[in-house]
């Protein structure tokens, strides 16, 4: 029986991997760039709920604040940091997909989300101290529904169903509308889709702010869920990614499979060894890296 | 021990112009390396009896931080390879330092050149796992790896779990001769590092290697051995990062999991190469230097020096993408490990460079 339970807790904690593996995904999928302060800004979320919900706004309005706020500070930082830094590659917008030299290429969008990383990380140790929080639920946080001999988790099954609504949207999005069709086109060849009259830092900056607005998202559910404190931003981060990875890159409904086989792999890890949850993930992140690389690297990563 | 201006090449022949002549250097960095055997000669032999016990065990942190910038810059500034995850390799080197030293009983010194064989020795295998990542995905794989190492390490029994090792191989040993010893030895292995990295960048598989982080497939195309030379650095480099987890261990007399597998040494390195000057020798050197000079002025601030180290670092790529060095030198090098030629003076209109 606790091995059922391990199992329907790391299904359900899937459902939080993959919210917050969105944004990841989408950032690379358009942009090719890695945003290596996606955790922190996660983390960052969850705070800034913290804090207003305290100050006495419902959660629920808290969200609905959070969520734009974040989405313009996600066009805000394509504009005022991203796309300088990809500038830098190969003089304005990326050119087409054939990219010329790449080598030096990755490296100034990686460093400066690496610097931003490091710094918000480190400022928000100053303002909230290194104590671990959690955003109060009213009870949310711990309710369950009975099912059989198992309590399943409300709030773990709300994040799974908003992690499944989410990348649904995404998806529709990207294929169904103007905007999500100019996306890829920019994301297919910058060039080509610029000269449709697509303009790519615009673009850029609408995925980067639907981005963020999705890890926003993902960082009140964290926050709800988990103690958290300015350094968990590491952990998010490095969750996230290997959600990505196990899934395969480029789809949006694998990285939820990804998140699902994390959360198991987690739950049932710390079944055996209460020690040793985390690194049980860790080792099947290597795991797949080493016996499925095929799928895991398709020709859109540069090689 | 031999400093910069031993390996400096020849000043050029006095050919009479009929052929265009090609040089590596020149006057300057004859001077330039005069200048800098001079540092290192004044760091050995006067530093030592000038100042105070604590001054020179900061000093070895300096050097630590010096081998650190450059072999994380032969990472990414000659292998076009950022790694978010070195610091399991400071790791590796603190706990094998002790493991070494004190469970096996080899002299220190020794302990601390084994510690980075244990590195390079991790460091093999584990390429062939985090090189099925390219780019920024490389980069947190890498981190993952590190995270792995430390989980690992803290389960490993006889380690000392969540509380890490104490070293005790220096009991019983004078304060004074202890840390005059670790100084110097440390003082040589950075000279070591740094040339030995030079003595790399100028030989044919460091040429290799440029050509690989500029146009990987070009290279390929050419003939540079694209994978065999990717593997030697992330060897060298996570050497080089074991030797300098080694040095602080030696240096602090303890590991704890929580420090010497920081992502923050990461950090360190990533400033210290990209405000000194990504892809060159000299700039490592100047960002360390910057780094450890900002680290005693901010200490008093505590956390904000980090916040104010992330932003720098920000500013730097994106305004001053060369680094400290580039804007300071230009094309001047100590290192020179390009070259230079002078067509013939009646048609030396625009002289071509090779390299950077």
Redesign the interface.
Known sequence: MDWLNAGVQGVLLGGQYALLACGLSLIFGVMRIVNLAHGVLAVLAAYLSLVLVEQGLPLWLAVVVVVPVFAALGYAVQRGLFNPALAQVGGGARGGSGGGSRGAGELAPLLVSFGVAVALTNLLQVVFSADTRKIPTGGLASAGLPLGDLSVGVLPLITLAVAVAVIAAVQLFLARTATGRAMRAVADDAGAAAMMGVDPKHMYAVATALAFATLALAGVFVGMSTQFSSGYGDLVLLFAFEAVIIGGLGSLWGTLAGGVVLGLAQTIGAQIDPQSGVLAGHLVFLAVLVVRPGGLMPRSVPA | MSGPAAVAPSTPPATPPTAPTVTRGGRGSWVGGGAMLLVVVLLAAVVPYAVTLGALSSLVMLFALVILGTTWNLL?GYG?M?S?GQQAYVGVGGYALIQLADAVGAPPWAAVLAAGLVGAAIALPTSY?VF??????F???T???A??FR??TM?IDGLGGGTGLSLSAFRGTDRVERVAFVYWFALALMVAVVLGTYLLMRSRVGLGLTA???????ASSLGVAVDRGRRLVYVAGSAGAALAGALIALSTLGVTPGSIYS??WT?AM?FIV?VGG?GTIEGPIVGAVLYWVLQQALAPL???Y?????????AV??LA?RGLWGLAAGRYQLFPTTHHVRPLAASATVAPRTGR
């Open positions: 990414a076009g950022v978010v796992l099925r990542l390219a780019g920024g995905y980069a947190i794989g981190w993952v790896v995270e792995v989980l690992v389960q690989i982080r500029d146009d990987r497939v070009a992502v923050n950090a990533i990209v990504i505590g956390t904000w980090l916040v104010v180290l992330g932003a720098v670092a920000v790529v994106l993408p």
